[in-house]
């Protein structure tokens, strides 16, 4: 019997070795060279890599462009996300809404997940030729006497970042909403008939059924969210000028680590000082969010309820 | 249960952002991916020494297959990586001091210093014998010489030059003479003042240039000190001059506002630009360098729906100051185990009279490299025009360029004579690896100062950030 049950726990080890190799190899590795060259004065097109100590950090934030970069991405990702939420939720509940019975759910679903699946390089090429100086956008508003002269929006800090935000948001609003979906779907309908026979109106049977119950997937939705998020990058990157420009608007953290990567040296050092700061930025807010979604249920409630 | 099945997804989540975040940091993936192009390369032939080459366009090609050709016990695997955003760079910086690291290298002029300056190229000093014989024009070697080292040649040389529509000048200066417009554009005030005139004599309709970057190369290359003199960041007067230019050209209407390899750029090449709100403009003059003529404008003279054609209607000067734009350079690495064949290949590319003579005049048919191997891929040739690096076979093939198709696009203009008059005039000493980035670090505070967004010196300390940024070790004040 005994002999038995350690051949069964050896066969489980087998099962996780390859998740466990792949995350040691692609995931704990990376993270620790990551860590191991921030500390150094690496470039690739010299031979030197010596220990600088924390020189890399300091020159980071003795420099305003890393706080501007750290500011740009909280803001573009936040700008995009809150409104992405928004929208998918309401979608979702509208969707799985047995009331609404909305017709040709899975043709709607189609058509909000598509941006997601065009290439962010397409995308980028896409809203840069329809908003240069000389693109279709002011030939129609020109033609159109919306204003009389053409504007050159390439060049316009507050349009750049808001076609950021709204490329962002368009892209990943339906993922959002298919996610929440299939969470809302999920639940038993017993639940919602019992709401409602209960007098529960539909702002509250999303409040105490819907929310409560799909909190575990809006955990997920956050902390993906944030990741992608704290490392936006195609779009920014290839929207102008690969640069965050104009005047820095649009340069996210992984768009200013790549700058350092490729700069005529090649700082792979300085630039991993950058990815090691995106990396603890990103786990205090994940943790963050867990901590705050974490499971509420106070033995004290627990007891009145019994 | 369920309190372990949620430290379960905590993990989960936590080794999906760990995997996340770390990866674009390591050189680990970038290491990897020369590997995954590996379908660009052919596969090597058995029985014979392998010779690894880089490039970033298909041009190099042609002279490996070429070289084989020359040379049957040697087969070139040759690997082409595009340069857009930078992809060929960061890949083969990624192969430096790894054992995949190519024999030969094509370098274009926007790294071609860094790599220089660096020490991963082989010293190719004593390749300059040949060089000397065939008389490269000083600039090619100086691109590519650290401190006396040359480390690099190239066959071609890439002077610029001013392409100016000579129904236009016909209009608002009388005459279409090569000879008379140099001397009403020869220099940069003289450049100005007719601006003034086209913008007055056109009623604005016409625009002296398309875009205030295509004379940056000019000022940039007609510097007195380089970018970095002794570790400081050091801004000369002509950058200056450059950035007054450009602002007095926005402000005066003098160019269209088009943005360099944009739609509105190309449109004033073929005359159909049109702003925004449908009135016709035109494009007086634009600045190019020797391939600019090949591969940018005269593929470009015709609208898309034929009803535009200004073939025929350009000339060539060598306009208000002189520069280069541009160009490839081909080096061996240090680190390569065939230094004598790869320096052979470089010698052959570069400094061979017979290859050099081919390249430029167009034996280097479809047809003449599927004879060497069968494999070359449709379409890759060589058309005659390309300017080179010697002058002395320069010369020699001057005459075969006063009746072809490129000089009945110029109207008649032997257009190789003109890249002759103008190679000797470029000097490269000052150039220096961080000069791209430093550059193009300008451009965008540049352009938010003409856009009035920002003041001058608010234009200055952007740039300072974004340089400091990229040069740790830089003194900037």
């Known amino acids: 019997m005994l002999r038995k049950k350690t051949f069964k726990l050896n066969y489980g080890y087998v099962f996780i070795a390859p998740f466990v190799i792949g995350f040691l190899l692609f995931g704990l590795y990376p993270v620790y060279n990551t860590l191991a060259l921030s500390f150094t004065n690496t470039t690739m097109l010299t031979r030197k890599d010596d220990f600088v100590g924390l020189d890399n950090f300091i020159r980071l934030f003795s420099d305003k462009t890393f706080l501007t970069a750290v500011t740009n991405t909280w803001e573009l990702w936040l700008m995009n996300f809150i409104p992405q939420l928004g929208i998918a939720m309401l979608l979702a509940v509208w969707f799985t809404n047995v009331r609404l019975k909305i017709k ?22 896409l809203y840069f030729s329809l908003f240069s100086y000389y693109g279709p956008v002011n030939q129609l508003m020109v033609r159109g006497g919306v204003y009389s002269e053409a504007i050159d929006f390439i060049r316009n800090k507050e349009v750049m970042r808001g076609l950021v935000v ?91 680590m790549y700058m350092r990567f490729r700069s005529n040296e090649g700082h792979i050092g300085a630039s991993s000082a950058i990815g090691v700061m995106i990396f603890i930025m990103t786990s205090i807010v994940a943790l963050l969010i867990f901590f705050l979604l974490r499971d509420k249920e106070p033995k004290a409630v627990k007891e009145k309820e019994i | 249960m ?12 936590a080794a999906m952002l760990l995997a996340a975040c770390g990866a ?34 298909n041009e190099i090609l042609t002279m490996a297959v070429a070289f084989e050709g020359k040379h049957p016990d040697v087969d070139v695997v040759y690997t082409m990586i595009p340069m857009t955003n930078g992809e060929y760079q960061t890949k083969l ?38 060089a000397n014989e065939l008389k490269m024009f000083p600039f090619v070697y100086e691109t590519a010489s650290d401190d006396g080292v040359v480390k690099g040649y190239s066959y071609q040389a890439t002077p610029g030059g001013l392409f100016y529509r000579r129904s236009l000048a016909k209009e608002y200066f009388g005459t279409d003479d090569p000879a008379a417009i140099q001397d009403i554009l020869g220099d940069m005030d003289k450049y100005i003042a007719a601006a003034e005139v086209v913008k007055e004599k056109s009623g604005g309709n016409t625009f002296m240039v398309a875009s205030g970057g ?152 479809n047809d003449f490299l599927k004879a060497i191997d069968p494999a070359v891929p449709e379409g890759q040739s060589q058309a005659a025009g390309d300017f080179i690096g010697s002058q002395v076979v320069a010369e020699k093939l001057v005459p075969l360029f006063d009746d072809s198709a490129m000089s009945s696009f110029m109207g008649g203009q032997n257009f190789y004579k003109q890249w002759i008059a103008a190679a000797p005039r470029v000097n490269a000493r000052l150039f220096q690896g961080s000069d791209d980035a430093i550059q193009r670090a300008l451009n965008d505070p540049m352009s938010s100062y003409l856009e009035g967004t920002i003041t001058y010196d608010e234009m200055w300390q952007l740039w300072k950030d974004a340089v400091r940024n990229e040069f740790p070790d830089l003194i900037i004040e």
């Open chain 2, 214 to 365: 295509d004379f940056h190369n000019l000022f940039y290359a007609n510097r007195a000190n380089p970018w970095v003199v002794d570790g400081k960041l050091t801004v000369d007067p002509q950058v200056e001059a450059m950035i007054a230019t450009s602002k007095l050209f926005r402000d005066s209407g003098f160019e269209a506002r088009a943005t360099q390899w944009q739609e509105g750029w190309f449109a004033g090449m073929n005359g159909t630009l049109t702003d925004a709100a449908g009135n016709p403009k035109q494009i007086f003059t634009y600045f190019l360098p020797t391939w600019g003529l090949p591969y940018v404008l005269a593929p470009n003279a015709k609208s898309a729906d034929g009803s535009s054609d200004t073939t025929g209607d350009w000339a060539l000067i060598p306009g208000p100051m002189a520069y280069q734009w541009g160009g490839t350079w081909v080096g061996v690495m240090k680190d390569s185990d065939k230094q004598d064949l790869a320096k052979e290949f470089v010698k052959f590319v570069a400094l061979d009279e017979e290859n050099l003579t081919n390249w430029a005049t167009g034996v280097y048919t």
């Open chain 1, 104 to 125: 040709g759910v899975g043709i709607w679903r189609l058509l909000f997940f598509m941006p997601n699946l065009l290439m962010p390089a397409a995308i980028a090429a």
């Open chain 1, 166 to 256: 709204f490329i962002q948001w368009w892209m990943w609003f339906g993922w959002t909403a298919i996610i929440l979906m299939a969470a809302m779907s999920s639940i038993s309908l017993s639940l919602y008939e019992a709401a409602v026979i209960d007098g529960a109106r539909d702002f509250q049977v999303f409040r105490y059924v819907t929310m409560p119950l799909i909190k575990p997937v809006m955990i997920y939705i956050l902390v993906t969210s944030l990741v992608g998020g704290m490392q936006m990058f195609d779009i920014p990157y290839l929207l102008t000028d690969g640069r965050g420009s104009p005047a820095n608007s649009i340069l996210t953290n992984t768009i200013m």
């Open chain 2, 93 to 130: 910086m990624a192969t430096l001091g790894t054992p995949d690291v190519p024999d030969v290298v094509a370098l274009e002029a926007a790294f071609v210093k860094q790599y220089v300056e660096s020490d991963f190229l082989a010293d190719l000093t004593d390749l300059m014998t040949y």
């Open chain 2, 2 to 13: 369920k309190r372990l099945s949620s430290v379960f997804s905590v993990l989960i989540v």
């Open chain 2, 24 to 57: 674009p940091a390591t050189e680990a993936p970038a290491a990897e991916a020369p590997a995954a192009e590996a379908p660009a390369a052919e596969a090597p032939a058995a029985g014979k020494t392998v010779l690894d080459v880089w490039s970033f366009t």
